[in-house]
């Protein structure tokens, strides 16, 4: 599996951002999808997780209530809506595959992803 992520940019504090990520090579069904994110002189850290049905997510506190993870399966395409971004979001945004069923807690290990996109910079001003 191949992903793409796009979408990332500069925007002001309180603004919103879509990112995407486009699967390819095979059919991303059966695969739960995850967003982590890497700020500057930190480790990559998740953000966001998406059962294989659509049917249940999971997000780090600091995003609860501004981000809304959601999937196409028959487009292959897996989205992060951004919203009241501040400047603490500023990082390169990652999506990931992990072909395993969908736990709470193992989509938050970032261990369990099988296959990374390449990452989309967000940078949110103050």
């Known amino acids: 599996v191949q992903l793409q992520a796009s979408g990332g940019g500069l925007v002001k504090a309180g603004g919103s951002l879509r990112l995407s990520c486009a699967a390819s090579g095979r059919k991303i069904r059966t695969y739960v999808l995850g967003w982590f994110r890497q700020g500057p002189g930190k480790e990559r850290e998740f953000v966001a997780a998406i059962s294989e049905s659509a049917d249940r997510s999971t997000y780090v506190d600091s995003v609860k209530g501004r981000f809304t993870v959601s999937r196409d399966n028959d487009k292959n395409m897996v989205y992060l809506q951004m919203d009241s971004l501040k400047p603490e979001d500023t990082a390169v945004y990652y999506c990931?595959?992990?072909?395993?069923?969908?736990?709470?807690?193992?989509?938050?290990?970032?261990?369990?992803?099988?296959?990374w996109g390449q990452g989309t910079l967000v940078t949110v001003s103050s």
């Open positions: 990931a595959a992990d072909w395993t069923y969908y736990s709470a807690m193992s989509a938050r290990i970032r261990d369990n992803y099988d296959y």
